[in-house]
């Protein structure tokens, strides 16, 4: 029962995190890793190590209403273009759907792939520790490649400038969580930039987008591979993995968004089996519940149930909050949001965040005039990475 209230717990955390710009489970990770002593004392380690997992599988499914609708969540940063461009269609709803189908299954998928998971994990990582760097190398090359000449230069031109803004970013002395402002100015703040001064359209209620089974199986398999990606190689986010799996194969917008849902969920689940069969994950929420307890893939099953619950709470926000979003004058609402992100760009980076912002929505706007796809922004994180790995 304890268990059970944590979990239900975490999963409300999650959403309000999901929904917040500029929270993050990292925060409640952090928090509670510095109480690990008192919990331990107390028997609450196993029902926090449930409540952090479920907060972070919660928020991951709560992320894609701030990426359609504000375009400020770092993580859906790839997914967030598609989900808009349905929402100015008319099927906010669909996209939302879509992210949450995504989730579930991709967090379903690393369940029940779990024993051949913990089993080849060590063995990939053995295989392939020697040659990180040139893995990298020749996964962001295939994502730089256009459809001709032209359209590789443009790609290369601006993977390379965020590459340069990246390393400016993680170099520069005092400045406090480079990755928010990053992120927030090129994907989050360009678009506020870019969007219209009119609410959205009517939304459509019906579900009338679906996928077939063998776009299902490519997209579990993309999702597959970005979460090996993630979890085998150092300094790849999700969105950086999600982008490399559009890169290797061409999905559909539509396809594009239930993708980078289940790349969200997935690499949860599998940072939970790499805690368990390498001893190691990359997910500061799935870190901290290791500190807790000793892992085993039997958290999935509480992380499994926080994504259905979490999908019908999302679901039915959505829901209600569009009507109401229609009405309100987007003009209003993006320099709001503007607003808020740049205070807590002062707030949690200091001063010197905010240029690297100002920077960074600069470059996300130019990427989008200069009819670029905006995983090339991803540079920003990938080309430090590559230096780093070669």
């Known amino acids: 029962m304890a268990l059970l209230l944590a979990a239900l717990a975490g999963t409300a955390l999650g959403l309000l995190t999901g929904l917040v710009p ?3 489970a990292n925060l409640f990770a952090a928090l509670a890793v510095s109480q690990q002593a008192l919990l331990a004392e107390t028997g609450l380690s196993p029902g926090v190590a449930v409540f952090l997992l479920s907060l972070a599988v919660s928020q991951s499914c709560a992320d894609i209403i ?5 375009a ?3 993580e859906g940063a790839v997914s967030a273009f598609p989900a808009q461009k349905l929402a100015e269609r008319g099927f906010a709803l669909e996209a939302v759907r879509l992210w949450l189908q995504g989730s579930v299954a991709g967090l379903l998928l690393a369940a029940l792939a779990s024993r051949v998971l913990l089993v080849a ?4 990582m053995a295989r392939i520790s020697p040659y990180k760097g040139w893995i990298l190398l020749a996964l962001c090359a295939k994502l730089l490649d256009g459809r001709d000449v032209r359209g590789t230069i443009r790609n290369v031109s ?9 390393i400016i970013a993680f170099t520069q002395p005092g400045l406090k969580e480079p990755v928010f402002p990053l992120m927030s100015g090129l994907f989050g703040c360009a678009s506020l930039l870019l969007q219209g001064a009119e609410g959205l359209p009517r939304q459509q209620s019906r579900s009338i987008i679906s996928l077939s089974l063998s776009e299902w199986g490519r997209i579990l398999s993309g999702a597959t591979l970005s979460s090996l990606v993630l979890a085998l190689l150092p300094g790849v986010g999700r969105s950086q993995a999600a982008a490399l799996s559009l890169a290797l194969s061409r999905f559909s917008s539509t ?3 239930a993708l980078v849902g289940a790349v969200a969920t997935m690499s949860l689940g599998v940072s ?17 519940a290791g500190a807790m307890v000793q892992p085993d893939s039997s958290l999935l099953g509480w992380m499994l149930l926080s994504a259905a619950l979490a999908s019908l709470a999302v679901l039915l926000f959505a829901r209600r909050a569009l009507p109401v979003l229609e009405r309100i004058p987007r003009r209003g609402m993006s ?4 607003a808020l992100v740049s205070a807590l760009v002062g707030a949690l980076c200091g001063w010197q965040g905010l240029p690297l912002l100002l920077a960074a929505s600069a470059l996300g706007v130019l990427c989008v005039k200069a009819g670029v796809k905006r995983r090339m922004l991803l540079g920003c994180l990938l080309l430090p990475v590559l230096l780093y790995s070669l």
């Open 22 to 24: 500029g929270l993050h």
């Open 72 to 74: 400020v969540d770092e």
């Open 255 to 257: 396809a594009s968004i």
């Open 335 to 338: 320099l709001a949001v503007l």
């Open 66 to 70: 701030p990426s359609m609708l504000l």
């Open 121 to 124: 994990l060590p063995l990939l």
């Open 158 to 166: 601006i993977f390379l400038l965020a590459g340069c803004l990246g």
């Open 272 to 288: 939970v089996l790499s805690l368990v069969s390498l001893g190691k994950a990359r997910d500061g929420a799935v870190i901290a």
